[in-house]
């Protein structure tokens, strides 16, 4: 499967398991176990979205948004369940009015699931980690 390095933003092609003990870019060397919530800008948004065979929870945000800044302890709390099966990563729309524009976000926070390059689900508002969870299950393998 096709992995996007949330580090280098290099495609690696990685054997599809149940688990993982290592898996490393073959670029930067950094581990692709890593389950922090990538950030995401208008120069490297397409490289994780359509590179990915992951599913893409991506977080429209801003730091002045109350909810926002609610649900980011809970979107990293469950990023952490998905290494190697899915990606979490977050979109300033603060700093990326490109973006936001580009898919709409009228509401924060904002939540859309992309998979093969392709939205799949959008939900807006805050969320508790245990709907995060069961959202991004519909699109994990």
């Not at 280098?8 to 870019?25: E, G, H, I, M, R």
């Not at 990915?52 to 800044?69: N, R």
């Amino acid at each position: 499967m096709k992995v996007v390095c949330p580090h280098c933003f290099s495609v690696n092609n990685v054997p599809k398991k149940d688990s993982y003990k290592k898996a490393n870019c073959g670029k930067c060397k950094s581990s692709l176990l890593d389950t922090e919530p990538v950030n995401l800008i208008s120069t490297n948004f397409d490289d994780m979205i359509v590179n990915s065979d992951l599913p893409v929870m991506v977080d429209f945000w801003a730091t002045w948004c109350g909810p926002c800044q609610m649900m980011a302890p809970n979107f990293s709390a469950a990023a952490k369940h998905y290494p190697l099966k899915a990606v979490f990563a977050k979109v300033n729309t603060e700093t990326q009015e490109i973006l936001g524009a580009r898919f709409g976000i009228r509401s924060i926070p904002t939540l859309i699931i992309f998979k093969n390059g392709v939205e799949k689900e959008r939900v807006s508002g805050a969320l508790p980690k245990e709907s995060l969870m069961q959202l991004i299950d519909k699109y994990t393998d």
